[in-house]
């Protein structure tokens, strides 16, 4: 079987000196005959006009092959495990698995309240890098070629791609370059300045109800509402600013939205103000508006009713028609209207 | 007095020849000191009337010797130049329907943002604080200023400019001249007061006028020059005639439909369906190109403004939206409830009809006045604020903002982070709202909320429709439509308690289909438009099934919006066919005799006395043999029309003049080109006391192979070949060819079937 080897010019024939790459390029390999195999197989004229109605027919599965096979994978030291992939390689993609891993155990233990653009960005940069890694050239240019190729595409599942997608896919979501430096490591100032201020006033309303002890009514919130009004309309104010900031840059309806730990931080506090406090209470001034609004669906009426009566009625002028016989009708019509 | 009196009797002055010299300003004397007598013919406005305002258009050529002369000159590769023209015209169409829809789009989206972020500071200023009266205030004074410019250019410039502009087009495209229709002048006032209207808030939408608008623009291009301008391009001459234009404005028409919906075989469908009579391949071919370059330029456009150039995302004025996904599908089970939806529709759009029929009625009577109808317009505008606030102050439907895309979130008295979900629906342009209630997503909006805007906007919709506004009446319709429809969603899936197939937005879709067919009764073209809005073929059949019930229903209690109106204007406009039960009547019922007819050399005298004479105002004049020694009515030679003679007297075209060679060429097609459309009336024209004794030769300009019918032809026939043929005129003629009648469109037009079977409409002075 080792005749066949020449007939792989894909696969690099420097690593196979090595001992433990050397099933590298094995013609064994169950995968061989189908995609990744045969496209690499196909670039040879040799290969397809020989070797190739040999393989298909079935000889790879013949209990001699897999004997072979088993025989390879022992004297590689290696049985079972990646027996496709170079030590490089196999160290990125672990790396990408922690670090996959790390950002999910991030993302899922700080999605409420939702702090996944503070808590997770180094995470994020972290992943994206490792992807980057394995997708492009680092170091020797054709052999990291050679990891890309193996490990995000070799497969029907792409399972590495999808991953980092998914990632990508919820950052995105969540519109966490929002609030990020344009490099993107650490919050951006005004990001850290309204989490400041929320903080703030979080604790505003944590010392006001301290204050008034657990067993009050719920519904008796007035010192809250009193004592942190002011940095709550400054948080509002901000949050109202920096939406209009963003408005006015982006165009598209993606980047209508703040990042998320924003939105949400100030949706809790909304809520808290103006659901649990009670605080936001305007005032209803229904009287002027009944008034106003009846006196202008009053002037219609009055319009109609004064062009009804004043208005002169526009009337319409016969003319006789010249026809033979319409003597007739023309008297119809005429009695009808008179 | 006597004897003026006696000369005004109707069947003096139709004697040919007859007429002594009568000064034309003794005759209007004469005339305003008769009217107190007539007090027994003057009538209230009702919708049995036919206005002496409206005339043909002449879309029969008149084959004259000129004509055939020309026509011989032209070889095959000139004939070949004139189509590559017509390709280049529509075009031209094409691009400029779709840049003034652009500009409309463009200029509405950034005025109303305007108002509406104004008015939304506003409010939240004084929700905090108190004193949301103002804001009421605020909100109706700037709807009603905005609108009282929009109104005031309307009814002070050009009144053909109100409303929609759909029941004028398709009168025109019906043959009927109605003056000033597809003037520049009207283009910029349409164009403007639709753009004010619609800032202003009122309960209209800007798709219907784009079909005017597109008209006009194929009106102006075609001719080649600008009357109000006074610039002539001296180009396209070849199409300076109503049959050629007509054709264009039938293009203009589709590529105004085709702009405002993004639906371009929806507007070539449309042409068929209102206009044209002859229809010819080639001529569907060019309009759909007009279509397609329509909205594509519009495409293009908005979408270079809307800041991604490539992606090709804005196809009309209003875009229904994406209707793909899996949720949005229907099932076979649902068609008969779509079916009901549509009797629904019917019914609503009768109602809307009916209550709109009065209201116009009342306003052709007694609002009549143009200070009266702005003052009407800027009221409209204030209570449809009005209606808006105190809906929206009484709403308790609060809906979280986030994940929303709400342009102008009210707050109002919900709580923080929440918008008020009545002012997604009153607090926006109409289209965005239709949009809304289209693909928000279930829950955005409680039925309640549904409820309460269905009612206040029919009835607002139904006001507004009619005012001397530019405005159209689509999306209003597709408003209620959608809201009743979303409402009729919700509570089906409470009643199956399921929500298996009731996604709120389908139903909104069909809903509005439902209603606005009700309303304007359009079949095929109204499918294909909403079709196409919506992008989704599927949806062909159940919106095909819902307007089919629609008119149904609908035309069981009264006639479609469009159609009502064209009566109550008094025009005379030819249906498909003839009354069904008009077999009974002949020709001789139907035409109007005695006819002035004209001799093949008449004296000049006699043209300018006929001409001018105030009380009848013909247009066409059967041409007889000239026979001096018979006072009875020769044979038919030929017809010759008002506009013609006109020029002929202009250019002094006498036969004396010519023996002594004073007229330096002869006349040719040219010049009658040249004064079309606006022949100048005859008062303009100064014809001398000598001039008056001259002879004129009419052979060479009438047409002499009119189209003729015997005594005996039914009405049916006569009607067929009118409507067929595009007719002016029809000379009514006995078995020695001599003149006894002559049909016009308005003899046929009046025979109409009424609740009581045939009726018959008088002609009146408006």
Same mark, same amino acid.
């Given at each position: 079987?080792?005749?066949?080897?020449?007939?792989?010019?894909?696969?690099?024939?420097?690593?196979?000196?090595g001992?433990?790459?050397?099933?590298?390029?094995?013609?064994?390999?169950?995968?061989?005959?189908?995609?990744?195999?045969?496209?690499?197989?196909?670039?040879?004229?040799?290969?397809?006009d020989?070797?190739l109605?040999?393989?298909?027919?079935?000889?790879?599965?013949?209990?001699a092959?897999?004997?072979?096979?088993?025989?390879?994978?022992?004297?590689a030291?290696?049985?079972?495990?990646?027996?496709?992939?170079?030590?490089?390689?196999?160290?990125?993609?672990a790396?990408?698995?922690?670090?996959?891993?790390?950002?999910?155990?991030?993302?899922?233990r700080?999605?409420?309240?939702?702090?996944?653009?503070?808590?997770c960005?180094?995470?994020?940069?972290?992943?994206?890098?490792?992807?980057?890694?394995?997708?492009?050239?680092?170091?020797?240019?054709?052999?990291?070629?050679?990891?890309?190729?193996?490990?995000?595409?070799?497969?029907?599942?792409?399972?590495?791609?999808?991953?980092?997608?998914f990632?990508?896919?919820?950052?995105?979501?969540?519109n966490c370059?929002?609030?990020?430096?344009?490099?993107?490591e650490?919050?951006?100032?005004?990001?850290e300045?309204?989490?400041d201020?929320?903080?703030?006033?979080?604790?505003?309303?944590e010392?006001?109800?301290?204050?008034?002890?657990?067993?009050?009514?719920?519904?008796?919130?007035?010192e809250?509402?009193?004592?942190?009004?002011?940095?709550y309309?400054?948080?509002?104010?901000?949050?109202?600013?920096?939406q209009?900031?963003?408005?006015q840059?982006?165009?598209?309806?993606?980047?209508?939205?703040?990042?998320?730990?924003?939105?949400d931080?100030?949706n809790?506090?909304?809520?808290l103000?103006?659901?649990?406090f009670?605080c936001?209470?305007?005032?209803?001034?229904?009287v002027p508006?009944?008034?106003?609004?009846?006196f202008?669906?009053?002037?219609?009426?009055?319009?109609?009713?004064?062009?009804?009566?004043?208005?002169?009625?526009?009337?319409?002028?016969?003319?006789?028609?010249?026809?033979?016989?319409?003597?007739?009708?023309?008297?119809?019509?005429?009695?009808?209207?008179? | 007095?006597?004897?003026?009196?006696?000369?005004?009797?109707?069947s003096?002055?139709?004697?040919?020849?007859?007429l002594?010299?009568?000064?034309l300003?003794?005759?209007?004397?004469?005339l305003?000191?008769?009217?107190?007598?007539?007090?027994?013919n003057?009538?209230p406005?009702?919708?049995?009337l036919?206005?002496?305002?409206?005339?043909?258009?002449?879309?029969?050529?008149?084959?004259n010797?000129?004509?055939?002369?020309e026509?011989?000159?032209?070889?095959?590769?000139?004939?070949?130049?004139?189509?590559?023209?017509?390709?280049?015209?529509?075009?031209?169409?094409?691009?400029?329907t779709?840049?003034?829809?652009?500009?409309?789009d463009?200029?509405?989206?950034?005025?109303?943002g305007?108002?509406?972020?104004?008015?939304?500071?506003?409010?939240?200023?004084?929700?905090?604080?108190?004193?949301?009266?103002?804001s009421?205030?605020?909100?109706a004074?700037?709807?009603?200023?905005?609108v009282?410019?929009?109104?005031?250019?309307v009814?002070?410039?050009?009144?053909?400019a109100?409303g929609?502009?759909?029941?004028?087009?398709?009168?025109?495209?019906?043959?009927?001249?109605?003056?000033h229709?597809?003037?520049?002048?009207?283009?910029?006032?349409?164009?403007?007061?639709v753009?004010?209207?619609?800032v202003?808030?009122l309960?209209v939408?800007?798709?219907?006028p784009?079909i005017?608008s597109?008209?006009?623009?194929?009106?102006?291009?075609?001719?080649?020059?600008s009357t109000?301008?006074?610039?002539?391009?001296?180009? =396209?001459?070849?199409?300076?005639?109503?049959?050629?234009?007509?054709?264009? @404005?039938? +293009?203009g028409?589709? %590529?105004? *439909?085709? /702009?405002?919906?993004?639906?371009?075989?929806?507007?070539v469908?449309?042409?068929?369906?209102?206009?044209a009579?002859?229809?010819?391949?080639?001529?569907?071919?060019?309009?759909?190109?007009?279509?397609?370059?329509?909205?594509?330029?519009?495409?293009?456009v908005?979408s270079?403004?809307?800041?991604?150039?490539?992606?090709l995302?804005?196809?009309?004025?209003?875009?229904?939206?994406?209707?793909?996904?899996?949720?949005?599908?229907?099932?076979?089970?649902?068609?008969?409830?779509?079916?009901?939806?549509?009797?629904?529709?019917?019914?609503?759009?009768?109602?809307?009809?009916?209550?709109?029929?009065?209201?116009?009625? =009342?306003?052709?009577?007694?609002?009549?006045?143009?200070?009266?109808?702005? @003052?009407? +317009?800027?009221?409209? %505008?204030? *209570?449809? /604020?009005?209606?808006?606030?105190?809906?929206?102050?009484c709403?308790r439907?609060?809906?979280?903002?986030?994940?929303?895309?709400?342009?102008?979130?009210?707050?109002l008295?919900?709580?923080?982070?929440?918008?008020?979900?009545?002012?997604?629906?009153?607090?926006?342009?109409?289209?965005?709202?239709?949009?809304?209630?289209?693909?928000?997503?279930?829950?955005?909006?409680?039925?309640?909320?549904?409820?309460?805007f269905?009612?206040?906007?029919?009835?607002?919709?139904c006001?507004?429709?009619?005012l001397?506004v530019?405005?159209?009446?689509?999306?209003?319709?597709?408003?209620?439509?959608?809201?009743?429809g979303?409402? =009729?969603?919700?509570?089906?899936?409470?009643?199956?308690?399921?929500?298996?197939?009731?996604?709120?937005?389908?139903?909104?879709?069909?809903?509005?289909?439902?209603?606005?067919?009700?309303?304007?009764?359009?079949?095929l073209?109204?499918?294909?438009?909403m079709?196409e809005?919506?992008?989704?073929?599927?949806?062909?059949?159940?919106i095909?099934?819902?307007?089919?019930?629609?008119?149904?229903?609908?035309?069981y209690?009264?006639?479609?919006?469009?159609?009502?109106h064209?009566?109550?204007?008094?025009?005379?406009?030819?249906?498909?066919e003839?009354?069904v039960?008009?077999?009974?009547?002949?020709?001789?019922?139907?035409?109007?005799?005695?006819?002035?007819?004209l001799?093949?050399?008449?004296r000049?005298?006699?043209?300018?006395?006929?001409?001018?004479?105030t009380?009848?105002?013909?247009?066409?004049?059967?041409?007889?043999?000239?026979?001096?020694?018979?006072?009875?009515v020769?044979?038919?030679?030929g017809?010759?029309?008002r506009?013609q003679?006109i020029?002929?007297?202009?250019h002094?075209?006498f036969?004396?003049?010519?023996?002594?060679?004073?007229?330096?060429?002869?006349?040719?097609?040219?010049?009658?080109?040249?004064a079309?459309?606006?022949?100048?009336?005859?008062?303009?024209?100064?014809?001398?006391?000598?001039?008056?004794e001259?002879?004129?030769?009419?052979?060479?300009?009438?047409?002499?192979?009119p189209?003729?019918?015997?005594?005996?032809?039914?009405?049916?026939?006569?009607?067929?070949?009118?409507r067929?043929?595009?007719?002016?005129h029809?000379?009514?003629?006995?078995?020695?060819?001599?003149?006894?009648?002559?049909?016009?469109?308005?003899?046929?037009?009046?025979?109409?079937?009424?609740?009581?079977?045939?009726?018959?409409l008088?002609?009146?002075?408006?």
């Open positions: 079987m080792r005749t066949a080897r020449p007939c792989r010019p894909a696969r690099p024939r420097a690593p196979r000196s001992g433990t790459s050397s099933l590298q390029g094995h013609p064994a390999r169950p995968r061989a005959p189908r995609s990744g195999g045969t496209s690499s197989l196909q670039g040879h004229p040799l290969c397809r020989t070797l109605p040999a393989r298909t027919n079935g000889a790879l599965w013949t209990p092959g897999l004997r072979e096979l088993a025989e390879e994978l022992w004297s030291g290696l049985p079972g495990d990646l027996p496709d992939l170079e030590p490089e390689c196999r160290s990125l993609l790396a990408f698995a922690e670090g996959s891993a790390a950002l999910t155990g991030c993302l899922a700080r999605a409420r309240p939702v702090r996944l653009c503070q808590g960005h180094g995470h994020y940069r972290r992943l994206l890098a490792q992807y980057d890694s394995i997708a492009r050239a680092v170091g020797n240019s054709s052999e990291s070629h050679n990891c890309a190729k193996s490990i995000l595409t070799s497969d029907r599942l792409h399972i590495v791609v999808t991953l980092s997608e990632f990508n896919e919820t950052w995105e979501a969540a370059a929002n609030c990020l430096k344009n490099n993107s650490g919050l951006s100032n005004s990001t300045e309204f989490l201020l929320f903080n703030k006033s979080l604790t505003c309303f010392h006001n109800l301290q204050g008034q002890g657990i067993d009050l009514s719920p519904n008796n919130y007035t809250v509402c009193k004592n942190c009004n002011e940095t309309m400054k948080l509002n104010d901000l949050y109202n600013h920096l209009r900031l963003n408005r840059g982006g165009e598209s309806a993606h980047s209508a939205h703040l990042c998320i730990d924003v939105e931080a100030m809790i506090t909304r809520k103000w103006s659901r649990t009670n936001s209470l305007p005032c209803s001034d229904t508006v009944i008034a106003v609004s009846s202008i669906l009053f002037l219609p009426i009055v319009f109609y009713l004064s062009s009804f009566l004043h208005s002169k009625q526009k009337k319409r002028i016969l003319i006789l028609p010249k026809r033979i016989q319409s003597n007739a009708n023309l008297v119809n019509i005429q009695e009808k209207y008179s | 007095g006597n004897e003026s009196d006696l000369k005004l009797t109707p003096s002055f139709l004697r040919i020849g007859q002594s010299n009568v000064d300003n003794e005759d209007i004397h004469e305003e000191t008769e009217v107190p007598r007539q007090r027994p003057e009538i406005h009702n919708e049995k036919l206005s002496l305002k409206y005339e043909s258009l002449d879309y029969d050529n008149s084959e010797q000129l004509f055939l002369e026509e011989r000159r032209i070889n095959h590769a000139a004939f070949r130049t004139v189509e590559i023209k017509r390709w280049v015209i529509c075009a031209m169409i094409g691009i400029l779709g840049l003034v829809a652009c500009f409309i463009i200029v509405v989206e950034n005025l109303a305007l108002k509406y972020r104004l008015v939304k500071d506003n409010i939240d200023k004084f929700t905090a604080k108190g004193g949301l009266s103002f009421l205030l605020l909100w004074t700037l709807n009603a200023s905005v009282m410019v929009g109104s005031l250019i009814a002070f410039i050009e009144p053909v109100a929609s502009g759909i029941p004028q087009i398709k009168c025109y495209l019906n043959g009927v001249k109605i003056p229709v597809v003037r520049l002048k009207t283009l910029v006032i349409k164009v403007c007061g753009i004010l209207s619609v202003g808030g309960a939408g800007k798709e219907g784009m005017h597109g008209s006009v623009i194929a009106a102006g291009i075609s001719q080649g020059r109000s301008l006074k610039r002539d391009f001296k180009i =396209f001459e070849y199409f300076r005639r109503d049959t050629e234009k007509r054709d264009f @404005v039938s +293009a028409a589709a %590529a105004g *439909v085709s /702009a405002a919906f993004g639906a371009p075989v929806g507007g469908l449309f042409s068929l369906e209102e206009g009579s002859f229809w010819n391949q080639f001529l569907t071919w060019r309009i759909f190109f007009a279509s397609m370059i329509s909205t594509f330029t519009l495409n293009s908005l270079v403004y809307h800041g991604n150039a490539w992606d995302s804005s196809p009309g004025l209003i875009n229904f939206g994406r209707f793909d996904s899996e949720k949005m599908e229907y099932t076979i089970q649902e068609i008969p409830i779509f079916i009901f939806m549509g009797v629904v529709g019917g019914i609503l759009g009768a109602l809307f009809n009916a209550l709109n029929y009065w209201l116009t009625m =009342f306003r052709i009577r007694y609002i009549h006045r143009p200070c009266l109808q702005v @003052v009407e +317009a800027m009221l409209v %505008a204030a *209570v449809t /604020a009005t209606v808006g606030f105190v809906m929206i102050y709403s439907d609060c809906q979280p903002l986030q994940g929303s895309s709400v342009a102008y979130p009210l707050q008295f919900c709580a923080d982070g929440e918008y008020n979900s009545m002012a997604t629906a009153f607090f926006n342009t109409p289209e965005k709202s239709v949009v809304n209630l289209f693909h928000d997503p279930p829950g955005s909006y409680n039925p309640m909320t549904l409820g309460m269905t009612v206040m906007y029919f009835f607002l919709a006001w507004t429709y009619g001397t530019s405005a159209g009446v689509f999306i209003p319709s597709l408003l209620i439509g959608a809201a009743w979303r409402l =009729f969603g919700i509570s089906l899936s409470y009643l199956t308690k399921s929500s298996i197939w009731a996604d709120p937005g389908k139903y909104a879709l069909m809903g509005a289909a439902a209603q606005l067919g009700g309303i304007v009764r359009m079949t073209s109204l499918t294909v438009i079709m809005a919506t992008g989704n073929v599927t949806y062909g059949f159940p095909m099934l819902v307007l089919m019930t629609a008119k149904i229903v609908g035309d209690f009264v006639e479609g919006l469009y159609d009502m064209i009566q109550l204007q008094s025009v005379p406009f030819l249906h498909w003839a009354p039960t008009s077999h009974s009547l002949t020709a001789r019922e139907v035409m109007s005799t005695p006819v002035t007819c001799r093949r050399i008449e000049v005298g006699t043209v300018v006395d006929i001409l001018s004479d009380s009848s105002n013909h247009n066409g004049f059967p041409v007889v043999e000239s026979n001096p020694d018979t006072t009875q020769a044979g038919l030679r017809l010759i029309l506009s003679l020029v002929l007297l202009k002094k075209v036969v004396e003049r010519t023996n002594l060679s004073l007229v330096q060429r002869r006349l040719k097609l040219k010049d009658f080109r040249d079309y459309p606006r022949f100048p009336p005859i008062q303009s024209i100064h014809v001398s006391q000598d001039e008056r001259c002879m004129i030769d009419l052979s060479e300009f009438m047409n002499p192979s189209y003729t019918v015997p005594q005996e032809a039914s009405l049916p026939r006569v009607f067929k070949l009118f067929a043929l595009g007719l002016r029809l000379v009514v003629v006995d078995n020695r060819n001599e003149v006894v009648g002559m049909v016009t469109r308005k003899d046929l037009a009046r025979y109409r079937l009424g609740k009581e079977g045939l009726e018959e008088s002609l009146a002075q408006t």
